[in-house]
Nanobody, 122 residues
Framework: QVTLVESGGGLVQAGGSLRLSCAASGRTFRPYAMGWFRQAPGKEREFVAAISWSGDITYYADSVKGRFTISRDNAKNTVYLQMNSLKPEDTAVYYC???????????????WGQGTQVTVSS
C-alpha cells in the first residue's frame, strides 16, 4: 500500500515562501521518482515538479520554474517543495505522488493522498 502524507501548507502573502513536505513509507519511497502536483478550485490537477530517485534530475512546470525547488532526503523518506516568490495563482491543494514505474519520472500513481492547502493572498 502506498502511503504519502503531505504537510506544510498554509496562508501566506504574495511574495512569501512556504516549504511543503511529503513523508512516505519505505516501500513507497524506494527507489522511485517523486513528484508534486496541484489542483486549484475548478481546475484540473496539474504537474508542478518531479525529482528522480537519485535527486540529480528534476523537472518543473514553466509556471514555477525559478521560484520552486524540489528536493528529497532518501534517509528520511521525504520529498520537499520549497516555494518562493509565491503568487495568488499558486493557490491550490498540493499533492505529492510516486512515479508509477521507477527511478526516473514518467507518470504518477492513480491514487492520491489528502494534499495540503496553500493559499496566497494578494
Amino acid at each position: 500500500q502506498v502511503t504519502l502524507v503531505e504537510s506544510g501548507g498554509g496562508l501566506v502573502q504574495a511574495g512569501g515562501s512556504l516549504r511543503l513536505s511529503c513523508a512516505a513509507s519505505g516501500r513507497t519511497f524506494r527507489p522511485y521518482a517523486m513528484g508534486w502536483f496541484r489542483q486549484a478550485p475548478g481546475k484540473e490537477r496539474e504537474f508542478v515538479a518531479a525529482i528522480s530517485w537519485s535527486g540529480d534530475i528534476t523537472y518543473y512546470a514553466d509556471s514555477v520554474k525559478g521560484r520552486f525547488t524540489i528536493s528529497r532526503d532518501n534517509a528520511k523518506n521525504t520529498v520537499y517543495l520549497q516555494m518562493n516568490s509565491l503568487k495568488p495563482e499558486d493557490t491550490a491543494v498540493y499533492y505529492c505522488n510516486r512515479d508509477k514505474y521507477g527511478s526516473t519520472w514518467r507518470a504518477p500513481l492513480d491514487s492520491w493522498g489528502q494534499g495540503t492547502q496553500v493559499t496566497v493572498s494578494s
